[in-house]
């Protein structure tokens, strides 16, 4: 019965089984039943549904995840496209293990508490809550120069109390201890989640697999400051003999954006050229006179986008024999990275001959074999880890390769040892005094029981311009998901949509619809000592104390609004009172920090890593994981051989719906002077 089930050649679509209770067979060696199904590369074992509907694991003898039950969505039906057959058997056990279905965050009690707790708090204003002077006292957290003031939350001490039984009923506790023991939470993709490892000081322990791996990180930390001081003080020099006085680094996501918001934030308070101070002043002349003269034509760029426009924007002004390109891509296989990549090789190799790429071109890689069959020696291959993410990879050679070849190696110490002293803190201070926990367990309220879909990250400092982008990258490709860890549809909303802009041209932006239209929660930034002060003679105040009173401003009134009564007494018209009147009412916190060095930038990111991490684990999802990301990827492939197809052998559109078909056609139509078999152009520079 079970094995004319499993050929079956139109079973149900998972998603339209009732609800079930899963019952396990275990596979025996050596086989003697063979089973055919396509298997996808993230769905091994395999769970099958059988006459009675009742899903089956079975497990492969090459499977790498023995004994866990795979969500039913992951199946796929396609007996007549197999890709591939393994032989397995199927035996029930003696008697099947009935598993109870995993119980959600939204079924237990303090969630229902405060769904119930909601209305109370809706009948209550800021204004209220303000008044209160011991409730803001005790909103108010310092931790090693941060100052975390969340007075302004729609939210009592009595909140956070039921808050606080929520994270013990998602066992939060037992979550962070996991992550920080190396166990694999990332289920999906059977991993480890050890970014705190990348910043660990080098007597740390933090162990994978039962293995320490901080001895391998400051293997691969100490191998990258041996070759960025080799660049930075001229030792290593290009094909021609020059010096390289410019970096281009390739990459895209988490390649990208955590080390463009980490670069931007430290290049206005460090030097950032590649030669050492030292130099300047040291002994040899000649040396120190090309030193000074390349010194000015530093600059150090990012390449994400696969238009040619970024391409033709990062290599503007740039010297093909000064320039050193950093390729990161852990695959080595990333299409958008690697069409960057090999047009920046085409870029080096026109001016100055093929064997130059092995001098210009590095790599962040795990693929040294497809790093090789590039043209970049492995030896200049820097390696990062699978229990490393990409949008967690900051910490990794992904980040910290281009900033220490642009800041040395002390500057980028510090930035490791701010992030490394909040892991130490999200790992081992109580709940109630836990800046990341506070903090996500508030996203948490806000999201999921007062409904505020968004969320605004406002720093008052230009410097952070950076880390808005990267954060919502971060949280939303984290947490932007359906389904629990285990694969059960959500009954709830999770994920919030993030965005954010420097103060105070923000204010000149969006704020209007966040004083006046949606409510959405914010994190005001702040720093008390300016990177880059300025003062003038005869002024009030100064720049920063200028930009300062606006921080200090906006959550007020935010909180407290405009009301009718208030603007009679001002004697506004009638007629635009309606249109001046601010509800308030509207939440948000305020992070202050002492200043903003590499320190301070290191803290900030490991803050938001955990404070998106605890959301995660409230609400029962894999935080660590992004398969929505790959949906799109896969189907660009398939325009991607059409596009090849029509344009090399006139082939017609076709396998697309109609609209993409019709828009396809007219691209092409448009397009006819593109070469079939073009010859090498480059942006024109």
């Not at 119930?116 to 002077?133: F, G, S, Y």
């Not at 290191?602 to 929505?628: C, K, M, P, T």
């Not at 660009?636 to 719906?657: D, M, Y």
């Amino acid at each position: 019965r079970r094995e004319s089930s499993l050929n079956n050649e139109n079973p149900p679509p998972p998603h339209s089984l009732p609800p079930y209770v899963p019952h396990r067979l275990f596979v025996k060696q050596p086989p003697s039943l063979p089973i055919s199904s396509r298997l996808e590369p993230h769905a091994s074992p395999i769970t099958f549904f059988l006459n009675s509907q009742l899903p089956f694991e079975i497990e492969s003898r090459f499977s790498p995840l023995p004994n866990r039950l795979i969500p039913p969505a992951v199946l796929q039906y396609e007996r007549n496209e197999r890709l591939r057959s393994i032989p397995l058997v199927a035996r029930a056990s003696p008697s099947p293990v009935q598993m109870a279905p995993t119980a959600l965050i939204c079924d237990t009690q303090p969630w229902k508490d405060l769904k119930a707790h909601v209305e109370e708090i809706k009948k209550t204003h800021l204004r209220e809550l303000l008044t209160d002077t011991e409730r803001c006292k005790q909103m108010l957290l310092e931790f090693d120069g941060i100052t975390l003031d969340y007075s302004r939350q729609q939210a009592t001490l009595g909140t956070l109390n039921k808050l606080q039984k929520l994270a013990e009923a998602a066992h939060l506790k037992d979550k962070i201890e996991r992550m920080f023991n190396g166990e694999h939470i990332n289920s999906t993709e059977n991993r480890s989640v050890l970014h705190v490892a990348l910043r660990a000081p080098r007597d740390a322990v933090v162990k994978s697999d039962g293995k320490n791996v901080v001895p391998d990180v400051w293997k691969v930390l100490d191998q990258i400051k041996d070759f960025s001081d080799k660049v930075r003080n001229g030792s290593w020099v290009g094909a021609t003999g020059k010096p390289l006085t410019n970096v281009i680094s390739v990459g895209i996501g988490g390649s990208f954006l955590g080390p463009l918001f980490v670069h931007t934030a430290l290049q206005t308070v460090y030097q950032h050229f590649f030669y050492t101070q030292e130099l300047f002043t040291g002994s040899n002349s000649q040396i120190r006179r090309l030193a000074s003269k390349q010194r000015d034509a530093n600059c150090d760029c990012n390449l994400a986008n696969v238009d040619p426009i970024d391409v033709a924007r990062n290599i503007t002004g740039l010297n093909p024999e000064t320039t050193l390109v950093v390729v990161v891509s852990k695959t080595f296989t990333t299409a958008e990275t690697m069409l960057n990549a090999r047009t920046l090789r085409t870029w080096i190799s026109k001016e100055l001959g093929p064997s130059a790429v092995a001098k210009h071109m590095v790599a962040v890689s795990t693929n040294l074999m497809l790093v090789e069959k590039f043209g970049i020696d492995p030896k200049n291959a820097f390696a990062f880890w699978d229990w490393v993410g990409g949008r967690y990879s900051v910490c990794s050679a992904v980040g910290v390769m281009p900033l220490f070849l642009q800041y040395g190696f002390s500057v980028v110490e510090k930035f490791l040892n701010g992030a490394w002293s909040v892991d130490k803190h999200f790992s081992s201070a109580p709940f109630e005094k836990n800046l990341p926990v506070l903090l996500g367990l508030l996203s948490v309220w806000n999201v999921s029981f007062l409904g505020y879909p968004a969320r605004a990250i406002l720093p008052y400092s230009q410097a952070l311009e950076k880390f808005a982008p990267h954060i919502q990258q971060v949280s939303m490709e984290s947490n932007g998901k359906g389904v629990s860890i285990d694969g059960v549809p959500l009954p709830l909303e999770t994920g919030e949509i993030d965005f954010g802009e420097p103060g105070t041209n923000g204010q000149h932006s969006f704020y209007q619809l966040i004083h006046q239209g949606r409510v959405i929660p914010c994190d005001f930034i702040g720093v008390i000592k300016s990177q880059q002060p300025v003062y003038l003679e005869g002024e009030i105040v100064n720049n920063h104390d200028e930009l300062m009173s606006n921080f200090f401003a906006q959550p007020d009134a935010l909180a407290y609004g405009k009301t009718h009564e208030q603007l009679l007494k001002e004697n506004v018209p009638d007629h635009l009172i309606p249109h001046k009147t601010f509800t308030g009412n509207r939440p948000s916190i305020s992070l202050l920090l002492s200043s903003l060095d590499a320190y301070k930038i290191g803290q900030l990111l490991a803050i938001y890593e955990h404070r998106v991490a605890v959301q995660g684990f409230i609400w029962g999802i894999n935080s660590f994981d992004q398969w929505g990301v790959e949906l799109g990827k896969s189907l660009a492939t398939q325009v991607r051989k059409q596009l090849h197809a029509s344009r090399t052998k006139k082939a017609p559109v076709q396998g697309f719906n109609s609209s993409t078909t019709t828009l396809l056609n007219k691209y092409l139509q448009e397009s006819l002077d593109v070469p079939a078999t073009p010859s090498t152009l480059l942006p024109k520079v």
